[in-house]
């Protein structure tokens, strides 16, 4: 496990917070579960790459929708990227995804991925009522 998953991984413990942790090849996933107002029961993923350069934290496909609405979805996805500078939205498979890579240089902050949580989480329903629009 890389130094910064390690870091993040003590904090959580000193904080008293448990997340499931799993680790694939040469990355450290922490799972945030969480319940957005809106939207229901969502997992966040927390992906630590062992070159410690960026954390990738992503809610992948929170929301599916219809092949006919792709085109619509697509138009708001590209507004809503031009609109935040830090949060991605994307599609795959018919499903919203929202992200963050954050990059590190020798600077890792456990803190920041914890805000850069929230900040997801707040993007994912505030958005949400505009994305459901789209899919009337």
């Given at each position: 496990?890389?130094?910064?998953?390690?870091?993040?991984?003590?904090?959580?413990?000193?904080?008293?917070?448990?997340?499931?942790?799993?680790?694939?090849?040469?990355?450290?996933?922490?799972?945030?579960?969480?319940?957005?107002?809106?939207?229901?029961?969502?997992?966040?993923?927390?992906?630590?790459?062992?070159?410690?350069?960026?954390?990738?934290?992503?809610?992948?496909?929170?929301?599916?929708?219809?092949?006919?609405?792709?085109?619509?979805?697509?138009?708001?996805?590209?507004?809503?990227?031009?609109?935040?500078?830090?949060?991605?939205?994307?599609?795959?498979g018919?499903?919203?995804?929202?992200?963050?890579?954050?990059?590190f240089?020798?600077?890792?902050?456990?803190?920041?991925?914890?805000?850069?949580?929230?900040?997801?989480?707040?993007?994912?329903?505030?958005?949400h009522?505009?994305?459901?629009?789209?899919?009337?």
């Amino acid at each position: 496990m890389a130094q910064n998953a390690s870091a993040f991984e003590e904090y959580l413990k000193k904080q008293g917070i448990t997340l499931d942790k799993n680790t694939h090849e040469d990355n450290t996933v922490f799972v945030v579960p969480e319940k957005v107002d809106g939207i229901g029961a969502v997992s966040l993923m927390a992906l630590f790459n062992d070159s410690d350069r960026y954390v990738t934290l992503i809610c992948f496909k929170y929301l599916t929708f219809p092949e006919e609405k792709k085109p619509a979805v697509l138009e708001m996805i590209n507004t809503l990227n031009a609109e935040y500078t830090m949060v991605k939205f994307v599609e795959t498979g018919n499903a919203v995804s929202a992200q963050v890579v954050v990059p590190f240089h020798d600077n890792f902050s456990s803190e920041v991925i914890v805000d850069m949580i929230a900040l997801v989480f707040r993007a994912m329903q505030e958005e949400h009522p505009r994305l459901l629009k789209v899919l009337q």
